[in-house]
């Protein structure tokens, strides 16, 4: 079993920056795909970002594209999404996921078999 613990949302101002961190323990299996979904009141299950460890291959949702960048240390079993130029319409919760090996579809969150519990992200006017 893996563990995923995120940290780093709060609150701030649009146009400003936030960097979240999800860290995994337990079992992780190398290699493995790590990274966040998010979902506002309301709406559907959205992938953010998503780093596949062994092709260090980055795959980035449409809105956030250019703006949010994802990262790893591998050392550390540690992923980081920094958030740029945030908007309002990021606001959500934040969720990090895992699976190992990568799903076909790396932005399909019912294909991630560990989750964190949420990290909130709110950008205000």
């Known amino acids: 079993q893996v563990n995923l613990m995120e940290s780093g949302g709060g609150s701030v101002q649009a146009g400003g920056s936030l960097r979240l961190s999800c860290a995994a323990s337990?079992?992780?299996?190398?290699?493995?795909?790590m990274g966040w979904f998010r979902q506002a009141p309301g709406k559907e299950r959205e992938g953010v970002a998503i780093?596949?460890?062994?092709?260090?291959?980055?795959t980035y949702g449409d809105s956030v594209k250019g703006r949010f960048t994802i990262s790893k240390d591998n050392a550390k079993n540690t992923v980081y999404l920094e958030m740029n130029n945030l908007k309002p319409e990021d606001s959500a919760m934040y969720y990090c996921?895992?699976?190992?090996?990568?799903?076909?579809?790396?932005?399909?969150?019912?294909?991630?078999?560990?989750w964190g519990q949420g990290t909130q992200v709110t950008v205000s006017t």
């Open positions: 337990g079992r992780v299996s190398f290699p493995y795909c």
């Open positions: 996921a895992s699976r190992s090996p990568c799903p076909n579809e790396r932005m399909t969150g019912a294909l991630y078999k560990s």
């Open positions: 780093i596949d460890t062994s092709r260090r291959l980055e």
